[in-house]
């Protein structure tokens, strides 16, 4: 029966899974960064890529 109790009290889980939510939450957040910021990314290096193409046939 202490064994029982000592269990119930026991929060060493419940941090583990805070930490968890924590480091879920900061990388569904870092992926919606960078989505966001690929699309801006791509448009970039496509300028810069005709650009330079534009600059050598020249």
Known sequence: MTAIRQFLRDEAGATAIEYGLIAA???VAGIGALTA???SLSGIFSFVSSTLSGAVTS
Request: proline letters at 0%; hydrophobic letters at 50%; glycine letters at 34%.
């Open 37 to 39: 910021l690929g699309g």
């Open 25 to 27: 939450l900061v990388s």
